[in-house]
């Protein structure tokens, strides 16, 4: 397998900032997608990143680092809603898609 | 504006039955994917296809057929279902390539018995 590893559970307070990490193996990597996922929903389309290096998008942030095959989401000024699961899914060999077993963030006032 | 549908949302069936799980996407999207997720697994990949008429193996095919007669369709049946195929499935699909953004269905839960 890839061995995708990502923290199981986060706990963040609103108003704060959350980075949940992702690590992965290089081998015929590609690029690295961020999925978010409510409860009971389908997955939803948070970040694709090819290059190193961060990439901003309103108040989520998401990096990469392709040599030490580690990646992180950072969440700013959190909200109730951000209460979800995140999915670290990297591409391999550009046709292979595979998911951590995501990290479940709960967001507390 | 439909996106991406499934049907049904829920399925109980018993084991040894062949089930079909229908996705249907009004994009005209080239890329179509089916995904199982369990617990502690994660989303897996089944199989994916390209365009009409062209499927791929994911991660996890055993046990799953998939077709795409038209771009729009892309149904995945279980020939002879078994308990390990209890999850919930995902249909997703993408513009032109593995690498756009997938838009996802919203799932199928399928129980055998």
């Known amino acids: 397998g890839q061995n995708i590893d990502q923290p199981t559970e986060m706990t963040a307070t609103e108003g704060a900032i959350v980075q949940i990490n992702c690590t992965y193996q290089t081998s015929g990597f590609n690029g690295l997608f961020w999925y978010q996922q409510h409860a009971g929903e389908a997955p939803t389309f948070l970040s694709y990143?090819?290059?190193?290096g961060l990439e901003e998008k309103g108040r989520f942030s998401s990096f990469l680092s392709r040599s030490k095959g580690y990646s992180y989401l950072l969440l700013k000024e959190l909200q109730m809603k951000d209460s979800a699961s995140y999915l670290c899914a990297p591409l391999y060999n550009n046709n292979d898609m595979r998911f951590g077993a995501g990290t479940r963030l709960t967001v507390k006032p | 504006d439909a996106g991406i549908t499934q049907s049904p949302r829920y399925k109980i069936t018993e084991t040894g039955r062949q089930v079909t799980l229908m996705c249907h996407q009004t994009w005209s999207h080239s890329y179509m994917f089916w995904y199982r997720q369990d617990l502690g697994h994660g989303l897996r990949l089944i199989y994916y296809s390209a365009a009409a008429d062209i499927t791929d193996k994911g991660e996890v095919p055993d046990g799953y057929v998939v077709s795409r007669s038209k771009t729009e369709n892309f149904p995945l049946t279980l020939e002879s279902a078994t308990r390990s195929q209890t999850s919930v499935y995902f249909c997703?699909?993408?513009?032109?390539?593995?690498?756009?953004?997938?838009?996802f269905g919203p799932g199928t839960r399928l129980t055998v018995l």
């Open positions: 997703a699909s993408s513009e032109h390539t593995m690498t756009d953004t997938q838009y």
């Open positions: 990143n090819v290059l190193d």
